[in-house]
């Protein structure tokens, strides 16, 4: 007898989870924590922003933001400028050290996923490939 869907779902669930734990392991700086580089990869994408609309975005609080903004900073990934327009604010951006880890990540994660998916058949690359499309509709519903 088959599995049920709540068995399936149980399974993908886990599997997904599985993979995206192994490649959060491929970065460029180990010591980096998934959410020091979430806020690294968000403004390598969408660029310099405040620390409020930072936090907004990763669904943090303010002060822990700051505390994540913190370490960035000193750890030389990020900067913070003054917004020219309203001297109290401050905005943060990528420093050039930031923006290589984000790139040399990417590439990292690229690279180790090309060597798995290599080790596999066509067939079974194509049903990935059918997979993650479907899986990218789910996401979005």
């Known amino acids: 007898m088959g599995k049920t869907i709540g ?7 886990i599997a ?8 959060r392991a491929e970065k460029a ?10 806020v690294l990869a968000g403004l390598h994408k969408h660029g310099e922003e405040t620390l409020s609309a930072l936090a907004e975005r990763e669904g ?7 505390r994540t903004v ?3 900073e000193e750890w030389g ?3 913070r400028i003054s917004d020219e327009r309203d001297r ?17 990540t990417v590439k990292k994660r690229d690279r180790w996923l090309h060597q798995q998916l290599r080790g596999l058949s066509s067939e079974d690359r194509a049903t990935l490939f059918a997979a993650s499309e479907l899986m ?3 996401a979005t519903q």
């Not at 997904?16 to 490649?23: P, V």
């Not at 700086?29 to 979430?38: C, I, N």
């Not at 943090?60 to 700051?66: E, K, R």
Request: hydrophobic share 35%; aromatic share 6%; net charge positive.
């Open 16 to 23: 997904t989870f599985r993979l995206a734990r192994r490649l």
């Open 7 to 13: 068995e399936q779902s149980t399974d993908l669930r």
């Open 60 to 66: 943090v609080s303010a002060p822990s933001m700051n």
């Open 136 to 138: 990218r509709r789910l």
């Open 88 to 104: 109290r604010k401050v905005i943060v951006a990528l420093t050039d050290s930031g923006h290589d880890t984000v790139k040399n």
């Open 70 to 72: 913190n370490s960035l």
């Open 29 to 38: 700086d180990g010591e980096l924590s998934d959410a020091h580089f979430s």
């Open 77 to 79: 990934y990020v900067e």
